[in-house]
């Protein structure tokens, strides 16, 4: 795979690494032991695939969105529907394999932290169906526009705690999750919804969501005979990306893009561009791009998409950036809205605020590129969750 | 040039000083700018009388070894326009009064954006003996003990009680000063009692190092101390404690806090 041979344990490149309090460096050796030696292991494996099949709908398909490619009268578009997974989202393959790894380390409670709640849902779902107890920590202002997502996992049995410090969005919900993984080290798994963390986080996560990009090249090439020109995916932490962009990481002529939340426009301030706004720095464990101020103060985020609200990102986009492979680029909220609303009309699917940036920016490219070029879409989630938002008219 | 100072260890002579009397030494912690500026540096000066040496917290946006308490003064503070150079200057101001040992404890961000050897020179230059980063464990921490050491500065070093064997003797290759041990499984903030896992866990260490050993997160209590003492500690951090009562009389919180230390029967 890509990647540098120096790189120092739990770095890819220059970033990653394991910035946490002592009391969590052995529980973290303990779960990379641990996954070593289950990733391996055939009853294992054998356990998760059907939980990904039966449980979580997979294989999810790829779809040839016809009405806007004739629309734009450019690059074929295809969606890769995890939006049709079981709970609603991508979330679900990561949540699914760590649920799975905790229930073989013995562990008996399961402590998420979720955005959008996306992923709070599908480790609630999970952590039912293995019978482990589920605490999810959840920002109040995302609890606030996020509701029917926080009544889904209350009804399948998950502690709700809101949390009002800080910003009271996503990144303090991490911190009050680390909290109590800090507390319960002996008893509990933290099941982290994204590329993002400490070592072997990012690797688990990313390698729990290949699938994504797994399936989509098999498809692809069984629809078109050859790969594709551009992969587009949304990047909130980077695990719907980074799930489909793995698998074609060495097919240099696959342009992949990123779309960061650029909220009320980079200027002003409001936004979770990581790339164009911030620069490296320490945050949740992780050495990676951070929004912050020049003494190194987390700065809030804005964005419509919660699950996007968040001012670092995974460690291996910052890699995949410092070397070029990956291109990172940000839509505004209003375009999200726009494509949001655009794919409900001409396709007959709502996606998720969050996805909706990855369709906002494929549409603009499709439309740019000639009628022999292919674009796969991560359509990362539904979007039932985002209908009490007000998006004006 | 690599400026070790290996004798004239303040810290050392602040613990053994103290210990010779049967007492354990007592390091309050505070957030530097909590809740401002100029009310700070006055519970500086309170603290400072009773005080064997002090623990100073750089405010931080996202304090997660950190619990409620001390969350919402780094909160204060940083609300009151308090920043990395501003906590420099405070600490400058207190040298001018007080002459005990002082460590910084400060999230690695806040050092990494600073520039790690700017950062630890102007620890030196200000005046700061020990720098503690709770979130840089021992596999990150070269950079960090290189710049420190580079300036004479003493990189301190947390034991929780996951530290297994293996891990602690990483640790003393580099931990000077003393070990900070952390009571508990947890965050910052003041608790009831300690179990026997706490005196079990200091007699482990004990037994390793001879550094000297100071205990903290939850301690609030004289009991707590008492039995700590017995243990073998050479002495305690308290922070959540005294913070809670800064934030309960915001205003003038330096005679309650100085009754607290007295029942406390560290001074």
């Avoid at chain 1, 309090?21 to 032991?33: G, H, Q, S, V, Y």
């Avoid at chain 1, 589920?134 to 926080?150: F, I, K």
């Avoid at chain 1, 561009?273 to 003494?295: E, M, N, W």
């Amino acid at each position: 795979m890509i990647k540098s041979k120096k790189d120092k344990k739990g770095y890819f490149g220059d970033f990653g690494g394991q910035f946490v309090p002592e009391t969590l460096m052995t529980p973290l050796k303990e779960l990379e032991d641990s996954y070593i030696k289950l990733w391996r292991d055939k009853r294992f494996k054998a356990e998760l695939d059907e939980m990904l099949s039966g449980f979580a709908g997979r294989p999810t398909p790829i779809y040839f969105a016809g009405n806007l490619t004739d629309q734009l009268n450019g690059a074929k578009i295809y969606l890769k529907r995890e939006d049709l997974t079981h709970t609603g989202a991508h979330k679900i393959n990561n949540a699914a394999g760590q649920a799975l790894l905790a229930k073989y380390m013995g562990k008996k409670r399961i402590i998420a932290e979720t955005g959008a709640g996306q992923h709070g849902v599908a480790t609630s779902a999970v952590s039912a169906a293995l019978g482990l107890e589920c605490v999810v920590y959840m920002g109040a202002v995302d609890m606030e526009r996020q509701q029917p997502n926080v009544k889904r996992m209350q009804l399948l049995g998950a502690k709700v705690i809101p949390v009002n410090s800080g910003s009271k969005t996503l990144k303090d919900a991490i911190n009050e999750a680390i909290r109590d993984w800090v507390t319960n080290i002996r008893t509990s798994h933290y099941l982290i919804g994204s590329v993002l963390g400490p070592h072997p986080y990012p690797i688990i996560v990313r390698n729990f969501q290949r699938v994504i990009g797994t399936e989509a090249k098999k498809q692809i090439l069984q629809k078109e005979k050859r790969l594709p020109d551009y992969l587009v995916a949304s990047i909130g932490g980077g695990s719907n990306s980074i799930g489909l962009f793995y698998d074609f990481l060495n097919d240099n002529k696959v342009r992949m893009i990123g779309v960061e939340a650029g909220g009320r426009g980079i200027k002003s301030g409001k936004h979770a561009a990581r790339f164009t706004g911030g620069r490296p720095g320490i945050l949740h464990g992780t050495l990676s791009y951070v929004l912050q101020d020049k003494f190194g103060q987390i700065t809030e985020t804005h964005s419509v998409a919660a699950g996007l609200d968040y001012p670092s990102v995974g460690p291996e986009h910052a890699y995949l950036h410092s070397i070029g492979r990956v291109q990172y680029t940000s839509v505004t909220d209003k375009e999200a809205i726009e494509a949001f609303r655009l794919l409900s009309e001409m396709e007959g699917i709502i996606p998720a605020f969050e996805s909706a940036h990855a369709i906002a920016y494929g549409l603009k490219l499709a439309g740019k590129l000639p009628k022999n070029k292919i674009i796969i879409i991560n359509l990362s989630g539904r979007g039932d969750k985002d209908l009490l938002t007000n998006i004006g008219k | 040039m690599m400026k070790i100072k290996t004798e004239n260890n303040s810290f050392r002579r602040a613990f053994d000083g103290k210990n010779k009397s049967g007492k354990v030494a007592f390091m309050p912690f505070l957030v530097a700018g909590d809740p401002d500026y100029a009310g700070c540096l006055k519970m500086l000066k309170t603290v400072t009388r009773y005080a064997d040496m002090l623990e100073i917290g750089f405010p931080y946006s996202d304090p997660l070894a950190d619990g409620p308490t001390i969350q919402a003064a780094d909160e204060r503070s940083l609300k009151a326009g308090m920043n990395t150079d501003k906590v420099f200057n405070l600490i400058r101001d207190l040298r001018s009064f007080c002459n005990k040992p002082i460590t910084a404890l400060v999230y690695a961000n806040l050092v990494y954006r600073y520039g790690l050897d700017p950062f630890y020179k102007k620890c030196a230059r200000t005046g700061i003996n020990g720098v503690l980063v709770p979130d840089v464990p021992i596999e990150e921490s070269i950079p960090f003990v290189n710049a420190a050491n580079r300036h004479g500065v003493y990189p301190i070093f947390m034991l929780t009680q996951t530290t297994t064997d293996s891990r602690l003797k990483e640790i003393l290759k580099y931990a000077r000063g003393y070990l900070y041990l952390v009571s508990v499984l947890g965050v910052t903030g003041s608790r009831n009692s300690l179990g026997n896992e706490t005196f079990e866990f200091i007699e482990r260490i004990k037994k390793i190092t001879t550094l000297p050993v100071a205990l903290g997160f939850g301690i609030s209590k004289k009991e707590q101390i008492d039995k700590a003492t017995k243990a073998g500690i050479n002495g305690v951090i308290v922070g959540s404690a005294i913070i809670k009562i800064i934030e309960l009389n915001i205003k003038n919180p330096c005679l309650k806090v100085e009754k607290f230390i007295k029942e406390l029967g560290v001074a």
